[in-house]
């Protein structure tokens, strides 16, 4: 009887938070009630200027500097590595794929891109010219010694 | 028998025994004007996406891929039907296609992909048909709408001025080459060349 009896208690409790949760308006990128359904954003143009981007970090995978739509990647075929592979590198002069992408977990080398690597957009990507939803207070490596050399 | 042929023979080689020349003349033009007329009605008849996709095999597959691509819909509403591809548009090259075609006619009477498996097991076979036919006549049908006379290299990204200024300007490679699978998804590419 007694935990029925508490929970009745809590009921008020219980619906001013809620009230408040709703004031807040938790869901923030999204810019309509939840049971709205809100207009979608325009799609944005890929950059494509094939001008390599500094990487944020050594082990950033690098972000494609060129558009990829309508590039496929799948069971049959993959688009990324008909430039980017070994053997195609000397024609399409495309960076090759690193080494990293012919090992397997355990470091032994592969003839053929390892399969845990074969879906590069799983970690690469283009980047498009769009202003950031949020803010980003990312610093890298370089600045972080920086002000620590400063204090 | 060989009776027959020989009479048959004597009525055509005679002169007409009832009718005028002018008359011969006349209906002979009529009927020529009905007859090709008719053959190009149903000639043309075949030549479109609606009659292509009449039969579920086109239906299912390959035009249900071509709705995502670009050849389908994009920002100017241009838009490539089955035939612009994959039926040469000079006449003599059409007609040498359209009897080509009669292997499909063949196809769908003894079910060779009448079902979703039995067209990707033959994907590769097909697609390789194409791929051919296209390198064979120099993309054509690409070149129908896509003229390199008028590619203006400067309003394209780097790599693919790179691309068109050197192999496709030099008459080595064909549109083909690079884009496969454009319109349709591609069967297994290993062991095609310039993939992976």
Known sequence: ?151 | MLNKIKELWGTISSPSRYYSFGILIIAGFVAGVIFWGGFNTVLEATNTETFCISCHEMNDNVYQELKSTIHYTNRSGVRATCPDCHVPHDWTDKIARKMQASKEVWGKIFKTISTREKFLAKRKELAQHEWDRFKANDSLECRNCHDFEYMDFTRQGKRAEAAHSTGLAQGKKTCIDCHKGIAHELPDMAGVEGWQ
């Not at chain 1, 980003?136 to 620590?148: C, G, H, R, S, Y």
């Open chain 1, 1 to 151: 009887m007694k935990p029925l009896l508490f929970i009745l208690l809590l009921m008020p409790f219980l619906v001013i938070v809620e009230q408040a949760m709703a004031e807040q308006n938790i869901a923030t990128l999204r810019s309509a009630e939840i049971a709205v359904e809100p207009e979608a954003p325009r799609l944005g143009n890929e950059e494509n200027k094939d001008i390599k981007r500094k990487r944020n970090y050594p082990m950033q995978p690098p972000t494609i500097p060129h558009k990829t739509a309508n590039y496929r990647i799948d069971l049959n075929s993959n688009k990324c590595l008909a430039c980017h592979s070994r053997r195609q590198v000397d024609e399409s002069q495309a960076p090759m794929v690193s080494v990293t992408h012919y090992m397997d977990r355990d470091g032994n080398f592969l003839a053929e891109v390892s399969p845990r690597r074969y879906f590069c957009n799983q970690c690469h990507v283009p980047q498009g010219d769009v202003k950031p939803l949020v803010e980003n207070t990312f610093q890298d490596v370089d600045a972080i010694l920086d002000n620590k050399n400063k204090k």
